[in-house]
């Protein structure tokens, strides 16, 4: 089992506010995902990183892939209500299997 | 496209009692997964199935049995289930791409035994 740790494990902020959360791990990765998942729902592929220092941006979303594999973020950029979810950073540890790390619940107060 | 589809959506037993939990997909996905989601932690994954008439276990196989009756469908199988099996089962199929498969989720069984 590979040790994957991510933070925070709550954010709690007021709409407008930026934030990021870290996944991080002491294996290297070939590629890692991020989901969204919303209560009482299955999670949804927000991007894949493959390359070590990739930057990948999806709206006000930012998803940064460590240099060495090992680690990734997730910057969000003004965040608005309809950001709250959980947030899981999956990283590929066989050729099509992924570990979930234990996610980051976030928050959005308007 | 339906998607991930997922029967029941929630289900009460008592220890000892069998069920099968259904996961059908309709995207002609070959690859399929059962997870598990329990508070405060993420997906770990039960099963895997590469393909129709494969499967493998994943990280936490004791206690389930898993059947890919054709590509379509992937069933996840309790036996006897314990209360340690309380928790929200998600199935899911995913196509390969670029950066690894894209999993896609149905949503979820939640499960109590008691």
């Known amino acids: 089992t590979q040790l994957l740790e991510q933070s925070p494990q709550f954010l709690s902020i007021q709409e407008g506010e930026n934030l990021t959360v870290y996944c991080n791990s002491s294996s290297v990765f070939s590629s890692l995902q991020w989901y969204r998942q919303e209560p009482g729902e299955g999670p949804v592929l927000l991007v894949t990183?493959?390359?070590?220092?990739e930057v990948k941006k999806l709206k006000r979303l930012t998803f940064q892939f460590g240099d060495a594999r090992k680690d990734s973020s997730l910057h969000i950029t003004a965040a608005q209500p309809g950001d709250t979810g959980l947030y899981l950073c999956a990283p590929l540890y066989n050729f099509n299997k992924f570990y979930f790390g234990s996610g980051t619940k976030l928050n959005v107060k308007p | 496209n339906a998607g991930v589809t997922q029967t029941p959506k929630f289900q009460v037993l008592k220890t000892g009692q069998s069920m099968t939990l259904q996961c059908a997909q309709d995207m002609n996905h070959n690859s399929m997964y059962w997870y598990r989601q329990d508070p405060g932690m993420g997906l770990r994954l039960i099963y895997y199935?590469?393909?129709?008439?494969?499967?493998d276990k994943g990280e936490v196989p004791n206690g389930y049995n898993v059947s890919r009756l054709n590509k379509r469908e992937f069933s996840l199988r309790l036996e006897s289930a314990a209360p340690s099996q309380t928790s929200v089962y998600f199935c899911?199929?995913?196509?390969?791409?670029?950066?690894?498969?894209?999993?896609?989720f149905g949503p979820g069984t939640r499960l109590t035994v008691l």
């Open positions: 199935s590469a393909s129709e008439g494969t499967t």
């Open positions: 990183v493959v390359t070590g220092g």
């Open positions: 899911a199929s995913s196509e390969m791409h670029a950066g690894g498969p894209e999993q896609f």
